[in-house]
Structure formats: structure tokens, C-alpha cells
């Protein structure tokens, strides 16, 4: 974890970082010193407003506005809350973190678990929750459980230990797990909102997302737009790794440049060949001039100037390093993390990781790059989730980037390791 030591906190409101601002592995009294603890708001006041008004999307990947997940989630359970508990709406903080390249979410559960817990326990006044969980890896949970018995408002928060799989953070997976005991991602189609766990009101977010929840639910949605930019307010943490002096969490502003996240963590910027931003199923790029964007970025490409954070992955390649090799074996991880249960998704990934080996190591001709292309699109919009979309999304994206490469390598050389492949 890196943060800025605190300069100063006027009124419980943290002036350096925002979310580790209690320190290391805070304890309750550490959390409350920091921030203070949530006021009671008058009649007046809605957590649905401040959200709405705050800008604030998940940051556990889609990036999806928190405010419309929290209103769906308002407006299904409305016509059930005479049904009793069976009806009342279920809140998951989801800190699975299956992405390899992630930590950001393990630091915070580690760091700031009040805050996590804070959020929660905010939107189940809001809503009337009457199921609350936090889903998180087994090395996250006594931790937690630490936490949780730290406070008397918190005991009813029961913890899930997710399994240790790419494709179980996914929100539909999430529930599913706390049905069946499986992690298995449901139709994308399914909306968790209107028929979640057991059919009722279900609301999954990042444990990052719950986090900034609990501080606009403190200090509101002019104090989370205080940081960041119009179109991508507030903070959001990153996981830098890869080439870089040592892997780091840093809490970044939203609409940070790419080059200076990469300074911030020691990178110098003309060591890099390219950036893998939002993970396994992220986009490949050139540092130079890109903005890391919000979800709400029109466009989000890189051809825009900004790309998605998705999962807040910033992985760094090394000039010298070959991005197609490193994309190869991307590849090959993500095909066998398929859930096994849609044919494109089951077969077509293997093809594609294949396809994507023989290209690295110069194994073919100008087919090679069409049979890359043919497979994509075969997988493409084939899975009941985002596994097979984001695949191709990594590859077109090395495609793309790696460009020069392709065509070094379908002559059997490297040009960034400088030999013969
Ligand atoms: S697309 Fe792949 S990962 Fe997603 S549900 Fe189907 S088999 Fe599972």
C-alpha cells in the first residue's frame, strides 16, 4: 500500500488518502478517529441522492453507475416490502478478486475493513436490507472476522469464502455461489436487481465501490467530487505490477494520466513498452497521453485518449519484453478458467490460446493472424457471461498494439527481444 501521510483532517474528513486515511490494518477506534463515525442525516437527506449526485461507478470492473444499481435495487423491492424477510433486498461486497493481477482489493479489506462494513451497514438502512454478506478469498476472512466482532452493528454481516477462480467474482457468480455452493456465472441477461439470491432484491458491488459509498454516505457527493474529474469523480485505487520496482497500490485520482500513475509508482516512462490497463480482460496500450478514464468516459478506447480501468490493473511491460508472448499466455490462463458450461466459451478460448501461442512463437504466416480473427469472432457474444467478450478483448488489443510485432514474428524474429523466434 502506498499512501500520502495525512496533512490534516478538518472535521473527521481525510485530507491526504481517502481510503486508507486510518492507517495500516486499522482497528474500529482507528477507523472512527479517521473518519468520524456516519451521522445521522435529517429526513431530508438520501443516500439514492448523494450517490446519484456523487458520479460514483463501481470499481470492481464494468464500472457501472452505483447510483442505477442502487435505485434498481430501491425500486424492485418496493412492491415486496410487505412480503416479510423473504422479500426484503440482499447487499454483497464482493472482495473475490479473481483477477491475477489485482491486489488493490485485498489491501483494502486488510487496511480500511470499517469502511467496507460502513458502506454496507449505510445502504441497508437506505434500503431496508434484510441479508447482508462480504464475499472475499479465505486468506481475507479472519481478518474480516476480526472486524466484524469489533462492533455491535455488525454482527449480523455474515462472510463467504469465495473460491480462488477468474470467473467467481462476477456479480451473477457471486450469487449463484450463495445458492449452490458454485461459483458459476449466470445469463448475462439475468438482472440481479429485480431476481438475485432466492429471487429477491440483490445489490453486488466491489468492496473499492462499498468503501466510497460509506464516505459519500459521511460527507457527500461535493466532497467526492472534490477529487477527480466531471466525468470520472472521486479517487479509485490501481494494482501496479509487472515491470516495475515493486508492485503497489496507489489511490489516483479519477482522469489520472497513465504515464504519471506510472511515475507515482517509479516507472520511468521510457522503459515501457506498453500497459495492460483493467487486467486479463483489459486493453493494451501505449502510456503516452492516455487518461485513465471512468466507466462513464464516452468511447473509453484507447483511440480516444482514455481507456478503462476496469479492475484498477495497471500492468507494466518492460521495453525488451514481447507483448504478443505475454498476451499468449494471458491467453492460455483465461482459457482454462472457462466455467465449462457454453461451447464458444469451453472451445473456442483453447482454439483462440493456441492460435495466440503459435503466433508468439513465430509459428505460421499471414493465415495465422485470420485465424486469430475468425476465432474471436466466434467467441464473441457466445458466453452466458463477459469471460469469452473480454478474452478478445485482451487479444484484439495486443493485435492492435503488438502490431509491429505481428509482422516481426510472422518473419521469425522478435523485435523487441532482437532475436530469432
Ligand atoms: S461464457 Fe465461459 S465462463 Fe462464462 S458462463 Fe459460459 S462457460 Fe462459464
Same mark, same amino acid.
Given at each position: ?74 425500486? *424492485?423491492?418496493?412492491p415486496?416490502? !410487505? %412480503? @416479510?424477510? &423473504?422479500?426484503?433486498?440482499? +447487499?454483497? /461486497?464482493?472482495? =473475490? $478478486? ?30 431496508? *436490507?434484510?441479508?447482508?454478506?462480504? !464475499? %472475499? @478469498?479465505? &486468506?481475507?476472512?479472519?481478518? +474480516?472476522? /476480526?472486524?466484524? =466482532? $469489533? ?12 473460491p ?11 450469487v ?12 448475462? %441477461? @439475468? ?13 453486488v ?38 515491470d ?5 497500490v ?96 469451453m ?25 486469430v480473427?475468425?476465432l ?28 509491429d510485432d ?16
Amino acid at each position: 500500500m502506498a499512501t500520502e501521510p495525512l496533512a490534516g483532517a478538518p472535521s473527521g474528513r481525510p485530507a491526504g488518502s481517502r481510503l486508507f486515511a486510518a492507517g495500516a490494518a486499522a482497528g474500529h477506534a482507528a477507523h472512527l478517529a479517521a473518519y468520524g463515525p456516519v451521522p445521522r442525516h435529517g429526513r431530508d437527506w438520501s443516500l439514492a441522492q448523494e450517490l446519484e449526485a456523487s458520479g460514483l461507478t463501481g470499481r470492481g470492473g464494468a464500472g457501472f453507475s452505483a447510483w442505477r444499481k442502487f435505485a434498481a435495487v430501491d425500486r *424492485a423491492r418496493r412492491p415486496a416490502r !410487505y %412480503a @416479510g424477510r &423473504a422479500g426484503r433486498s440482499v +447487499l454483497i /461486497a464482493n472482495g =473475490a $478478486e479473481g483477477e491475477p493481477l489485482s491486489f488493490k482489493d485485498a489491501t483494502l479489506l486488510h487496511n480500511a475493513p470499517h469502511l467496507v462494513i460502513d458502506g454496507l451497514l449505510a445502504a441497508a438502512e437506505a434500503l431496508g *436490507a434484510g441479508s447482508l454478506f462480504i !464475499y %472475499a @478469498g479465505a &486468506a481475507r476472512l479472519p481478518a +474480516l472476522a /476480526a472486524a466484524l =466482532a $469489533e462492533r455491535s452493528d455488525a454482527r449480523h454481516i455474515a462472510l463467504l469464502e469465495a473460491p480462488d477462480a477468474f470467473v467467481a467474482g462476477q456479480s451473477s457468480a457471486v450469487v449463484s455461489f450463495l445458492e449452490t455452493g458454485r461459483a458459476l456465472p449466470r445469463d448475462v %441477461a @439475468g438482472r440481479l436487481a429485480d431476481g438475485g439470491f432466492q429471487g429477491r432484491p440483490t445489490l453486488v458491488h466491489n468492496v473499492e465501490t462499498w468503501a466510497h459509498i460509506a464516505l459519500v454516505a459521511r460527507y457527500g457527493a461535493g466532497w467526492f467530487r472534490a477529487e477527480g474529474t466531471a466525468e470520472d469523480p472521486g479517487t479509485r485505487l490501481v494494482s501496479v505490477t509487472g515491470d516495475v520496482p515493486s508492485e503497489v497500490v496507489l489511490e489516483v485520482p479519477g482522469g489520472s494520466r497513465l504515464d504519471g500513475v506510472l511515475a507515482s509508482a517509479g516507472v520511468a516512462g521510457d522503459a515501457v513498452s506498453a500497459v495492460l490497463v483493467g487486467g486479463y480482460h483489459g486493453r493494451w496500450v501505449r502510456p503516452s497521453g492516455v487518461v485513465l478514464g471512468g466507466g462513464g468516459v464516452p468511447g473509453g478506447g484507447p483511440e480516444s485518449g482514455s481507456v478503462r480501468p476496469g479492475a484498477g490493473v495497471v500492468h507494466v511491460l518492460a521495453r525488451g519484453r514481447c507483448g504478443l508472448a505475454a498476451t499468449a499466455r494471458m491467453v492460455e490462463y483465461l482459457a482454462g478458467q472457462s466455467a465449462r458450461q457454453c461451447g464458444p466459451c469451453m472451445f473456442g478460448l483453447p482454439a483462440l490460446a493456441g492460435a495466440m501461442e503459435r503466433l508468439a512463437a513465430g509459428r505460421g504466416g499471414p493465415e495465422l493472424v485470420r485465424e486469430v480473427g475468425r476465432l474471436s469472432g466466434l467467441v464473441a457474444g457466445r458466453g452466458a457471461c463477459h469471460h469469452p467478450d473480454g478474452t478478445v478483448q485482451l487479444v484484439g488489443s495486443a493485435l492492435e498494439t503488438f502490431a509491429d510485432d505481428v509482422r516481426w514474428h510472422l518473419a521469425g524474429q522478435c523485435q523487441e527481444t532482437g532475436g530469432a523466434l
